[in-house]
T-cell receptor, first 112, second 115 residues
Framework: GENVEQHPSTLSVQEGDSAVIKCTYS??????FPWYKQELGKRPQLIID?????GEKKDQRIAVTLNKTAKHFSLHITETQPEDSAVYFC???????????FGKGTRLHILP | GAGVSQTPSNKVTEKGKYVELRCDPI?????LYWYRQSLGQGPEFLIY????????DSGLPNDRFFAVRPEGSVSTLKIQRTERGDSAVYLC?????????????FGNGTRLTVT
């Protein structure tokens, strides 16, 4: 089955700088890659997703890139703000079974 | 509108007891998922329902775990003979119809503590 690896596990960046979180997946049939943000004590919430027919997607300060050949995808947050501090999870799934597999998460700290 | 609702929010039980965790999905969502999240870990897939049927239960750790969704809406996750290792936050999520065009909407979870 699918296995998703995520790194780093913890990331600290200065406010205003960029943050990058990277994930790899094992199943070449995976074709949907969502990213979730989870603030302390709250539910995970979808922030951006990308499908396998697209190489990059951007939404304001957040962008995601996908390299199908290498089976890795990344989340980029620019101009980081204090409210970006949270745990971020990448995930992967195939349409045929709809079972979304999550990475272990990255705890992002935005330093003042 | 109303999101995914999970009850109870917290449950403390003794080792060996039986517990039931309830999930009310967003109205009209046919797909329902149960995940388990341990401290510092990502959500771990347990089971996925499409309508009333379990489309994939490959994540259930053993036969002490069982889930039902008899009318295709509310779902109950049942854990028999609880063990301390079952302590975690149990997350429920729903989506409109599963598949790529239906993002997951998570509930706030039930924090289960087995003493």
């Amino acid at each position: 089955g699918e296995n998703v690896e995520q790194h780093p596990s913890t990331l600290s960046v200065q406010e205003g700088d960029s943050a990058v979180i990277k994930c790899t997946y094992s199943d070449s049939a995976s074709n949907y890659f969502p990213w979730y943000k989870q603030e302390l004590g709250k539910r995970p919430q979808l922030i951006i997703d990308i499908r396998s027919n697209v190489g990059e997607k951007k939404d304001q300060r957040i962008a995601v890139t996908l390299n199908k050949t290498a089976k890795h995808f990344s989340l980029h947050i620019t101009e980081t703000q204090p409210e970006d501090s949270a745990v971020y999870f990448c995930a992967a799934t195939q349409n045929r079974d709809d079972k979304i597999i999550f990475g272990k998460g990255t705890r992002l700290h935005i330093l003042p | 509108g109303a999101g995914v609702s999970q009850t109870p929010s917290n449950k403390v039980t003794e080792k060996g007891k039986y517990v039931e965790l309830r999930c009310d999905p967003i109205s009209g969502h046919t797909a329902l998922y149960w995940y388990r999240q341990s401290l510092g870990q990502g959500p771990e897939f347990l089971i996925y329902f499409q309508g009333t049927g379990a489309a994939d239960d490959s994540g259930l750790p053993n036969d002490r775990f069982f889930a039902v969704r008899p009318e295709g809406s509310v779902s109950t996750l049942k854990i028999q003979r609880t063990e301390r290792g079952d302590s975690a936050v149990y997350l429920c999520a729903s989506s409109l119809n599963g598949g790529l065009n239906s993002p997951l909407h998570f509930g706030n979870g039930t924090r289960l503590t087995v003493t």
